[in-house]
C-alpha cells in the first residue's frame, strides 16, 4: 500500500547532539513538508520541498535543516542549535496541484534526555 | 492572531449527539481541509472544500467562501469519533498551509 513512512516513532536526543528524523514515501508526490506540533498551536511548517535538491524554509526553519536528494525522501536533522527541540514532528507529502490534499505520516515524538 | 481560528477547543458529546465545529479563517484561499488526528499522531484527511458541501458517511463539511468560515458536522456521533479535529487552509498566494490549534472531541457512550 502507498503511504507516508516516519522513523522512529520515538526518539531521544541528549543536550548538544544532533538527531536526524526519517520521511519516505511512495506516493510519487513531488511535493513534502515537514510540521512541528506543540500542545496547543497548530502546525508549523519547518521547511516544505517541491521538487528534488530543492527545498524552502518555513515559518520556524532555525535550528533544522533538510535534504531532497531522492524524491521518496525528505529527512529532517534537528541540530544542537535548536533549543528547544521537544516536539512531535510531521512530515507530509502532497501531489502538484492546487486541490491536492497532503498525506500525512504517524509522526515522529523527539524528547530531550 | 492565528490566520485559521476554530471553537470550540474542547468538546465533549453523547453518543448519538449531533456535533459541529467551526473553522474561521483570514486569508485568501485557494483550498480548506478537514484533518483528523488520532491519539497515536497520525493524520488523516477526511475533507478538501474549495465551495459549497461535502458528505461522507456521517461527516458533513461546508464551507461559506464569502464569510471566511467552515464547519464540519457529524452525525450520530460514536465514541470511535473521539479525535482531534484540525482545520488547515491552503492560500492562494503560494503553497503554504495554515492550521488550526485543533478541537478535541471526546464522545461519551
Known amino acids: 500500500d502507498g503511504g507516508i513512512t516516519q522513523s522512529p516513532k520515538y526518539l531521544f536526543r541528549k543536550e548538544g547532539q544532533n538527531v536526524t528524523l526519517s520521511c519516505e514515501q511512495n506516493?510519487?508526490?513531488?511535493?513534502m513538508y515537514w510540521y512541528r506540533q506543540d500542545p496547543g498551536q497548530g502546525l508549523r511548517l519547518i521547511y516544505y520541498s517541491q521538487i528534488v535538491n530543492d527545498f524552502q524554509k518555513g515559518d520556524i526553519a532555525e535550528g533544522y535543516s533538510v535534504s531532497r536528494e531522492k524524491k521518496e525522501s525528505f529527512p529532517l536533522t534537528v541540530t544542537s542549535a535548536q533549543k528547544n527541540p521537544t516536539a512531535f514532528y510531521l512530515c507530509?507529502?502532497?501531489?502538484?496541484?492546487?486541490?491536492?490534499?497532503?498525506?500525512f505520516g504517524d509522526g515522529t515524538r523527539l524528547s530531550i534526555l | 492572531k492565528n490566520e485559521v481560528e476554530q471553537s470550540p477547543q474542547n468538546l465533549t458529546a453523547q453518543e448519538g449527539e449531533f456535533i459541529t465545529i467551526n473553522c474561521s479563517y483570514s486569508v485568501g484561499i485557494s483550498a480548506l481541509h478537514w484533518l483528523q488526528q488520532h491519539p497515536g499522531g497520525g493524520i488523516v484527511s477526511l475533507f478538501m472544500?474549495?465551495?459549497g458541501k461535502k458528505k461522507h458517511g456521517r461527516l458533513i463539511a461546508t464551507i461559506n467562501i464569502q464569510e471566511k468560515h467552515s464547519s464540519l458536522h457529524i452525525t450520530a456521533s460514536h465514541p470511535r469519533d473521539s479525535a482531534v479535529y484540525i482545520c488547515a487552509v491552503r492560500s492562494n498566494t503560494g503553497n503554504q498551509f495554515y492550521f488550526g490549534t485543533g478541537t478535541s472531541l471526546t464522545v461519551i457512550p
Open positions: 472544500l474549495s465551495s
Open positions: 507530509a507529502s502532497r501531489p502538484q496541484g492546487s486541490y491536492q490534499p497532503q498525506h
Open positions: 506516493l510519487n508526490h513531488d511535493a
